[in-house]
């Protein structure tokens, strides 16, 4: 059996320091771009493998990120987990992904496993208790994704500027019926989303229609598509493209035609160019939001934890071919 080459091995063969060549897979920041092109060509024809276990041992860090997600296969998620994967790479670190499944239950039991090994906690649009998140950022380095809890550091997406801008395009073409599907009811966004369309509503004097889709689903988003039709909505916002793609299929069922007959707004920006006619929507920075969250635990101190900022991204509308 073929010896495993160690890193003094590798550093021989380079001429460099063996903590070079540990710097080059744990923080290559501070290292040239050369000297790490070199390491990891010189370590891909040895065979090198680091060895993450034997530098946990020595310096108390996995070198490792736990990323939580309440839905793996909603496309709000995937630009959130690759720019947390590739900013991770950066740095020198690897992600470990867990879908809940959008149960809290199952996002406590991910968190317990996921928690003794990683350095720190990534919880996108998390089902959890405010006091319950707090005090899990009590105990380890935590970040969270669309979810506002005071002394955490946070990443919030915001659609309100552009939904407002949405509702006001809509009042211009003449809409006076016009509809809101929500999406999960302990979703911190649907919540953000429902509040900014109300105050959009109130602002031109009209009485939202408000209609829900629990799951979030595509296929809540046909079912629901009979509730916006029975309720006159001539204009319709959805809590996102999943929901907005099911309400279309629904309406073509029923022989309605976009935009004419019925216009339609998305929210996430994932789905448009699926859709006949393109989906308007709105779109949101999410692999921004997936970098900073990574940057953010990577700045952790050794007694302050996670320095605290609460960082808003805000979207934009994109008019396209369903909202006339």
Not at 78 to 88: C, E, G, K
Not at 192 to 206: D, F, I, Y
Not at 226 to 243: H, L, P, Q
């Amino acid at each position: 059996m073929r010896n495993v080459p160690t890193i003094v091995q590798l550093a021989k063969r380079l001429g460099v320091a063996p903590s070079t060549v540990s710097r080059a897979y744990t923080n290559p920041g501070l290292l040239r771009t050369e000297t790490v092109q070199r390491v990891m060509a010189a370590a891909a024809e040895l065979g090198y493998v680091p060895n993450n276990h034997a530098r946990a041992l020595i310096t108390g860090k996995s070198g490792v990120i736990g990323l939580i997600v309440p839905d793996i296969a909603n496309p709000f998620f995937p630009p959130i987990i690759r720019h947390a994967q590739l900013a991770a790479e950066e740095l020198g670190l690897s992600v470990f992904i867990a879908d809940t499944d959008g149960d809290a239950d199952r996002e406590v039991t991910m968190i317990g496993r996921l928690s003794p090994q990683v350095d720190g906690l990534i919880i996108a649009a998390s089902r959890l208790p405010e006091k319950s998140l707090t005090t899990i950022a009590q105990r380890m380095p935590t970040v969270l994704i669309n979810r506002d809890v005071d002394k955490i550091s946070r990443v919030l997406v915001s659609a309100t500027e552009a939904l407002a801008e949405g509702i006001n395009h809509f009042v211009r073409g003449g809409h006076t019926r016009i509809a809101y599907v929500e999406g999960p009811p302990k979703s911190w966004s649907n919540m953000q989303r429902l509040t900014s369309v109300t105050q959009a509503m109130n602002s031109h004097g009209l009485d939202g229609i408000f209609l829900q889709a629990p799951a979030g689903t595509f296929t809540d988003g046909v079912d629901a598509s009979a509730m916006v039709v029975e309720s006159g909505a001539t204009a319709v916002i959805a809590f996102d493209d999943v929901i907005a793609h099911g309400l279309m299929s629904g309406f073509r069922e029923r022989g309605l035609r976009i935009p004419d007959d019925i216009c339609i707004l998305g929210c996430d920006d994932t789905l448009a160019i699926t859709t006949f006619p393109s989906l308007s929507s709105i779109t949101l920075d999410l692999a921004k939001a997936g970098r900073i969250a990574v940057e953010a635990l990577r700045n952790t101190q050794p007694k302050r934890g996670v320095i605290e900022k609460r960082i808003e991204l805000e979207g934009n509308l994109v008019l396209r071919g369903t909202t006339g």
